[in-house]
């Protein structure tokens, strides 16, 4: 791969939001402590409000100090000097050529659209018609990359006017997370399980992201999408390429795409007889969750609504490497725990010599991958249980962890925020982490069929209470192939 020079700007649109306070301004700063920043990098920070520069670094100040790692004087001050703030329209090419003075000097900027989806393509002409954007440029886009196939292949196409491919990078967020990187390291890096990795070895696998909060004030966007697009179409999907995917030659970014591409290209397409037996929606109602009254969907906003907050699917790919084996997705709002994981279930031993004695001992080898709350990588092992007994051999299963956590330990070590991975593989151009045009739509050209299944199926969300486990049917969906989702 030709070595492309590093950006050397980063205009940050929709500066005073929440996505730019809460992950992009401290993964820079963070950036900047550990060196990481090129010398002479430049910050422009650019957003409707008409505030002084001074007035914006105050906030990014008062935001880095609200956050448990501590502010660094000295850090501060190396960072505050790359910060810029001014306003401007940024839909309009007048708007974003009040930038232009501000960026002299630095002609290869990085623009982060942390903003409306629906303003993507207004913000690329403009930045086009402003005379930004260049062939030395990045544009950096958030999902969601339009709400189906049709929204999402006009988003692309307008930005793609702009910015030839290798020049976009869509940001998954949860690319950029440690544990997500370290199951390609896990799967690849390792003899061990790669001949493991099959039909032959593993029974199915689950994916779980399931969330405490509920909706809240992003209420009218997320009604828009419910859990299926808002979810399922990008984290979800992206977690199952991770784990199915063939090896990819090298980590070239077309290598690691091309794989996930023929992955998504697999996924069985999704029927109306599907829909009832395969899939389930739900939608939370009053309960407690988290140790808290929680009010149900519609009433936090007053509204009724046929918008799902819990989805639960089995999805099958059609491939040698994975025929006969779901993968059991599911994921929602207001459910009993913070948890993303994903489990692979191994086979069950041909056939047990232990006896009777043994005979409820035996486990399924299983590998367990955290992602939140906390970090791990867990192996089930059988091993014999110590001591002597009666009936013959006992066993006893050995949960062994190659726990993240501990290789942070030492000075300076501290979990990462996403988005620190992520910006920085975009200084360098380098697009691995990132999810690639035709990654998008085919996402969505599965999504959209499931969504078509449920609407021609009928189907509505079914209730649960805030601080269950989804609707009942959830249950029932992995049930029916003698399964059970893990505790
Ligand atoms: C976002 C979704 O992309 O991911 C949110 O829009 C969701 O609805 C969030 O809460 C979850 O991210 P994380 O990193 O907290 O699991």
Request: glycine residues 8%.
């Amino acid at each position: 791969m030709a070595e492309t020079p590093l950006a050397d700007a980063m205009v940050l649109f929709g500066a005073t939001g929440d996505l730019s306070r809460r992950m992009v301004m401290p993964s820079l700063f963070f950036l900047d402590a550990d060196g990481f920043l090129p010398n002479g990098f430049k910050i422009l920070a650019t957003a409707r409000a008409h505030l002084s520069r001074e007035a914006f670094l105050e906030q990014v100040l008062e935001t880095l100090k609200a956050r448990p790692e501590g502010v660094d004087d000295t850090v501060w001050t190396r960072f505050s000097e790359r910060l810029d703030y001014v306003a401007c329209d940024a839909t309009s090419a007048e708007g974003v050529k009040e930038l232009a003075p501000h960026l002299e000097g630095h002609g290869r900027p990085m623009f982060f659209l942390a903003v409306s989806p629906s303003l993507y393509a207004r913000i690329c002409a403009a930045l086009a018609g402003s005379g930004l954007a260049t062939k030395q440029s990045r544009i950096v886009l958030e999902k969601p990359i339009g709400r189906d196939l049709e929204s999402s292949l006009q988003i692309n196409a307008e930005v793609g006017a702009v910015f030839d491919e290798d020049r976009i990078f869509r940001i998954d967020h949860y690319l950029g997370k440690e544990t997500v990187q370290n199951l390609i390291a896990l799967r690849f890096a390792n003899t061990l399980f790669e001949p493991l990795w099959n039909n032959l070895t593993i029974d199915h696998v689950q994916i779980t992201v399931a969330e405490t909060e509920g909706v809240g004030d992003r209420w009218p966007y997320y009604d828009e999408y419910g859990a299926l697009r808002d979810m399922l179409q990008n984290h979800m999907l992206q977690l199952l390429c991770f784990v199915a995917m063939e090896p990819p030659a090298d980590m070239d970014p077309r290598s690691v795409r091309n794989e996930k591409v023929k992955v998504l290209r697999s996924l069985r397409p999704f029927t109306r007889a599907d829909a009832q037996s395969s899939s389930v929606r739900g939608q939370y109602t009053k309960g407690v969750s988290a140790g808290k009254e929680a009010v149900g969907y519609e009433t936090e906003r007053g509204q009724p609504s046929g918008t799902e907050t819990f989805v639960a699917l089995r999805a099958d790919i059609d491939n040698w490497r994975w025929a006969g084996v779901p993968f059991f997705l599911r994921t929602g709002k207001r459910l009993p725990e913070r948890r993303t994981q994903i489990a692979i279930q191994f086979k069950p031993v041909p056939h047990s010599i232990f006896g009777n004695a043994a005979k409820d001992d035996l486990i399924a080898n299983r590998l367990v991958i955290d992602l939140q709350p906390d970090e791990d990588i867990e192996l089930l092992l059988m091993n014999k249980a110590p001591g002597i007994s009666k009936g013959g051999m006992r066993l006893q299963s050995l949960p062994l962890s190659l726990s993240l956590l501990r290789t942070y330990e030492g000075p300076g070590a501290r979990r990462r925020i996403a988005y620190e991975r992520l910006l920085l593989d975009v200084i360098h151009g380098n697009s691995t982490l990132f999810v690639r045009r035709d990654e998008v739509e085919e996402a969505w050209r599965w999504i959209d069929g499931v969504a078509e299944a449920w609407s021609e199926a009928g189907m509505a969300p079914k209730p649960y209470a805030a601080g269950s486990w989804g609707p009942s049917g959830a249950f029932a969906l992995i049930e029916r192939s003698e399964r059970a989702w893990l505790d």
